[in-house]
């Protein structure tokens, strides 16, 4: 989520950006099989686990991460935030690595959940210090509010207390609830890189990452109208296809 902003308002897409070669150490978790079954379980394999814990100290209605809101559906991990009852924290849900990893590149393949007032996020996360992100707000995806433009985002959070985020909000070019898409963050000592189904759209040179971090992808609310707006009145499902992972350096052409 992001504080203090640094805004460049802006849909250019870049070229692509050259990377060494080096694809031996990674993970694919492909969902494309599973049709119900014990989510935890199969995530295990993959060396990810669901988050359950509250409290999270979001404005102004606090989320809890609910390991129930994680499910395998039909070909896809189903992750969902319940309709908010009027009291109460937002029922979330979060999936996050085991290990923690120094550079690296994340692709999730994804379809936004179609229900406005949610928060769908990306991360390569240690703390709110060392955080790059890409992060999709479903009530101002195609259109924007009184308070938040039109589009995604791409941010390094600030390094400092107090300090400036470096975020930039980018133009969709598609609908992105209506089929599934691959979000990409290239992370590497000097950058992180984003993509959106292979084409680069933005490179960030601050405030980048130094220290190990997990891989976190959650959805959440809290009612926010300068972020995700909402609270839901409905019960939210953005589905996740495939999720594949390279740790270290980042590879071309992987």
């Not at 390094?156 to 209506?178: H, K, M, R, Y």
């Not at 609310?221 to 999720?243: E, F, H, L, M, N």
């Amino acid at each position: 989520m992001i504080s203090t902003l640094h805004l460049l308002l802006t849909s250019t897409l870049i070229p692509a950006a050259v990377y060494g070669q080096s694809c031996s150490d990674s993970t694919t978790v492909d969902f494309s099989g599973v049709n119900g079954g014990d989510a935890a379980s199969f995530l295990s394999q993959y060396g990810l686990s669901i988050s359950t814990y509250g409290d999270v100290p979001s404005t102004p209605i606090q989320h809890d991460f609910v390991g129930s809101n994680v499910a395998l559906g039909n070909g896809v991990l189903e992750m969902k935030v319940q309709a908010y009852s009027g009291s109460g924290h937002v029922k979330s849900s979060e999936i996050v690595s085991d290990d923690e990893f120094l550079h690296g590149s994340l692709r999730v393949t994804m379809k936004s959940s179609m229900t406005k007032g949610i928060c769908e996020g990306i991360f390569f996360f240690k703390s709110d210090l060392q955080e790059t992100d890409i992060e999709l707000l479903t009530t101002t995806s195609l259109e924007a509010s009184a308070t938040v433009p039109a589009g995604f985002w791409t941010t390094n959070q600030a390094q400092v207390e107090d300090g400036d985020s470096i975020s930039e909000n980018l133009a969709f070019w598609f609908d992105p609830t209506q089929g599934f898409h691959e979000y990409r963050i290239d992370w590497t000592a000097d950058a992180t890189t984003f993509y959106v189904d292979g084409q680069q759209v933005n490179r960030l040179t601050e405030n980048v990452p130094n220290v190990p971090a997990l891989f976190i992808f959650n959805a959440w609310s809290s009612g926010d109208p300068y972020w995700s707006a909402g609270p839901p009145t409905v019960d939210s499902v953005s589905q996740i296809s495939k999720i594949v992972l390279y740790k270290g350096f980042v590879p071309e052409g992987c």
